[in-house]
């Protein structure tokens, strides 16, 4: 069982008036085979937290510590992070104009796994890959995120995750702009992702509608840059109902 592990993790971001910090003091252990999802309001540091442990470098680690099955990630290039079993979708894909998605696709696998994948087999996996997530084998030749709609943006971030099948994914609301059918599609695919049994998910959300898909083992409440609650599956449909204010009115000082 590979476990992903999180322990009082500080982060501050540069300003123009100085560091601030974000996160302070993040505790969060996941396990394969484990869905986590973390819910709060804009601002609370939950994107901080997707990017910190992916080894983004506008955010300082100022404290604690993040290991991946005992190896220290913190200490690793992104690259290295992705090798070791790590997998970021972001919020907001970059668009990487000429580069196309199948050459993006096959350098990621190549560099993920240490050697090319073959090609006849990589394009019928990639073909396979897109139209599991509704996108034609057209769009393998269309540049990296240029002048894809929302939807096909995160439907090819699922199609990542299914081929490179790293050990946990961090999904950063991955659920933010899609209507309902395109909600389906990812969620469909990310079900696919968790039902090998084996792999660990952070999801990271607003709203409880993704989660009518996709059904946590454990939901974690993040407010002014910690973790505040945690609880099962009902926990969400909690927020649902009460929102946040509970938490300012109880003067959380997470």
Do not use: C
């Not at 050697?115 to 084998?137: F, G, S, Y």
């Not at 030749?141 to 699922?158: A, L, T």
């Amino acid at each position: 069982m590979a476990t992903l592990e999180i322990k009082d993790l500080n982060v501050s971001v540069a300003t123009e008036s100085g560091p601030k910090p974000i996160l302070n003091g993040v505790d969060l252990t996941i396990r394969s085979g484990e869905t986590h999802a973390i819910m709060g309001p804009n601002g609370s540091g939950k994107s901080t937290l997707a990017y910190s442990i992916a080894g983004h470098p506008k955010y300082e680690v100022t404290g604690g510590s993040v290991t991946l099955d005992g190896q220290d990630l913190l200490s690793m290039s992104v690259d290295e992070r992705a090798r070791a079993g790590l997998f970021l979708a972001m919020q907001y894909p970059v668009e990487v104009p000429g580069v196309s998605v199948a050459n993006f696709l096959r350098t990621a696998k190549t560099a993920v796994d240490g050697e090319a994948p073959k090609i006849r087999t990589w394009v019928r996996d990639v073909n396979a890959a897109l139209e599991r997530v509704q996108l034609d084998n057209t769009f393998s030749q269309r540049s990296v995120n240029e002048g894809f709609s929302g939807g096909e943006k995160k439907r090819h971030e699922i199609a990542q995750l299914e081929l490179l099948n790293p050990a946990f994914a961090v999904l950063d609301e991955t659920d933010s702009g899609l209507d309902i059918d395109a909600l389906r599609v990812v969620s469909d695919g990310v079900n696919r992702f968790t039902g090998q049994g084996d792999r660990g998910l952070l999801l990271i959300t607003h709203y409880t509608r993704i989660l009518r898909y996709i059904t946590p083992d454990f939901v974690h409440v993040f407010v002014r840059g910690r973790i505040a609650e945690q609880g099962g599956p009902e926990l969400a449909e909690r927020l649902e109902a009460e929102g946040y204010d509970r938490y300012a009115l109880k003067g959380a000082d997470a």
